[in-house]
């Protein structure tokens, strides 16, 4: 991945973790293969596992253990009213920052 994208990245994961989120409930790994399909191919799971336990901590997200087929229970995650508030945050300072480097990109027009 290159650098600056991965810089980049590092700035909007959460946002975009909690807009997968805002969708409906789901587990690390869902989140990991659904940004791998997305695009986002060398995201590590780690990271995603490290984005979520953070985002608990924060009270951003209400977390299930739900019994698996294939092991221990799952943490199933889904967006509270608090993660809901700060992704509705995060959007509109999305909006923002885009809106301002396209000024930029057309020559501060």
């Known amino acids: 991945m290159p650098k600056l994208l991965t ?4 700035g909007t994961l959460e946002g975009i973790v909690l807009a997968t989120l ?3 409930p789901a587990y690390g790994y869902e989140i990991t ?3 791998r399909e997305q ?10 596992y490290a984005l979520l336990i953070r985002v608990e901590k924060r009270g951003l997200v ?3 253990k739900v019994p698996s087929e294939k092991g221990p ?4 995650y889904s967006l509270n009213a608090e993660g809901r508030e700060y992704l509705e945050e995060f959007w509109r300072t999305w909006s923002f ?9 057309e020559g501060g027009k």
Do not use: C, N
Not at 39 to 48: K, M, P
Not at 73 to 76: A, F, I, L, Q
Not at 97 to 105: K, S, V, W
């Open 97 to 105: 920052l885009t809106e301002r480097l396209d000024q930029l990109r």
């Open 39 to 48: 695009g986002f191919s060398d995201i590590a799971e780690g990271t995603v």
């Open 22 to 24: 805002s969708g409906r």
């Open 73 to 76: 229970p799952r943490k199933v």
């Open 7 to 10: 810089e980049m990245l590092k």
């Open 62 to 64: 209400d977390v299930e």
């Open 33 to 35: 293969a659904w940004l």
